[in-house]
């Protein structure tokens, strides 16, 4: 069955750094466009970064451009997020999510968009 687990998260202070990551398992991860996305608490969830099937093509929410950094391995069937110059309003739950994607194609950038989820993995940032 369709699995992805992130992994990666923790606590950090304001101007560290962490990498998730996600592992995915049971489809065929080339055909695949995957997002990050987060949700604080009391807040709704909101998109982080999003990567195509052939990794051409990426987006970032303005709130992480220039700090975040969505990759994929598409060898080891695993899609990073690197987060550098954490800041405290980036603490939250952080979720992998994959959507079936024509090659080539940019890669949705709405939630409700994407067929599979992870768990999540809790980032949080404080001094």
């Given at each position: 069955?369709?699995?992805?687990?992130?992994?990666?998260?923790?606590?950090?202070?304001?101007?560290?750094?962490?990498?998730?990551?996600?592992?995915?398992?049971?489809?065929?991860?080339?055909?695949?466009?995957?997002?990050?996305?987060?949700?604080?608490?009391?807040?709704?969830?909101?998109?982080?970064?999003?990567?195509?099937?052939s990794?051409g093509?990426?987006?970032?929410?303005?709130?992480?451009?220039?700090?975040?950094?969505?990759?994929?391995?598409?060898?080891?069937?695993?899609?990073?997020?690197?987060?550098?110059?954490?800041?405290?309003?980036?603490?939250?739950?952080?979720?992998?999510?994959?959507?079936?994607?024509?090659?080539?194609?940019?890669?949705?950038?709405?939630?409700?968009?994407?067929?599979h989820?992870?768990?999540?993995?809790?980032?949080?940032?404080?001094?």
């Amino acid at each position: 069955q369709v699995q992805l687990v992130e992994s990666g998260g923790g606590e950090v202070q304001p101007g560290g750094s962490l990498k998730l990551s996600c592992a995915a398992s049971g489809f065929t991860f080339d055909y695949y466009g995957f997002g990050w996305f987060r949700q604080a608490p009391g807040k709704e969830r909101e998109t982080v970064a999003c990567i195509s099937s052939s990794a051409g093509r990426t987006y970032y929410a303005d709130s992480v451009k220039g700090r975040f950094t969505i990759s994929r391995d598409d060898d080891e069937n695993t899609v990073f997020l690197q987060m550098n110059s954490l800041k405290p309003e980036d603490t939250a739950v952080y979720y992998c999510a994959a959507v079936r994607l024509t090659w080539g194609w940019a890669p949705p950038t709405g939630s409700h968009e994407y067929d599979h989820w992870g768990q999540g993995t809790q980032v949080t940032v404080s001094s």
